[in-house]
């Protein structure tokens, strides 16, 4: 098991944080959608999910994989937790897919192997987005990790009774 990512002191860890995403949805799917949530628990699956694609193939991987959904809750989300360079990047990204409705939906619609127009300005972006400082892990933490430890409580707290 990873470590718990419940203590704002702890270093960043995208196993423990992905761990915890991935909880989180469990409880929810099992719970259904009656249950309320905080914005820190749906605001640490985000994180979980845009951190786990930028760093397995950048914007281009996080934008086909997202399939166009959750794309402004995703912004918000970077707000949220301060991590106004990714946000940058992230808009650059969004804003090359607006301008090129049908490239946008044909990489959505592709097996994101091939080439496609949409997908190679993704890449630069995520290059560029590789050499800036600070990268989401950075910059966002701080936040991060009082969302993650305001999402653990949650989910403890609310655990089916045996």
């Known amino acids: 098991m990873t470590q718990d990512i419940s203590h704002p002191n702890e270093a960043f860890d995208l196993d423990a944080l992905c761990d915890l995403a991935e909880r989180l949805q469990q409880h929810q799917t099992a719970k259904g959608s009656q249950q309320s949530v905080p914005v820190e628990a749906t605001d640490v699956v985000l ?62 619609a592709s097996d994101y ?15 560029d987005y590789y050499e800036s400082s600070p990268q989401f892990a950075q910059e966002a933490w701080p936040s991060l990790s009082k969302a993650c430890a305001v999402a653990t409580q949650w989910l403890n707290e609310n655990q089916p009774q045996v």
């Open 47 to 108: 994180a979980a999910f845009l951190a786990r694609n930028l760093r397995q193939g950048g914007f281009a991987q996080l934008i086909f994989n997202a399939q166009g959904q959750y794309l402004g809750e995703m912004a918000q989300m970077l707000q949220n937790f301060n991590a106004s360079n990714t946000l940058a990047f992230y808009e650059q990204a969004v804003r090359i897919c607006l301008a090129d409705k049908a490239g946008y939906q044909s990489f959505l």
């Open 113 to 127: 192997v091939g080439a496609l127009a949409v997908k190679n300005p993704l890449h630069e972006v995520s290059l």
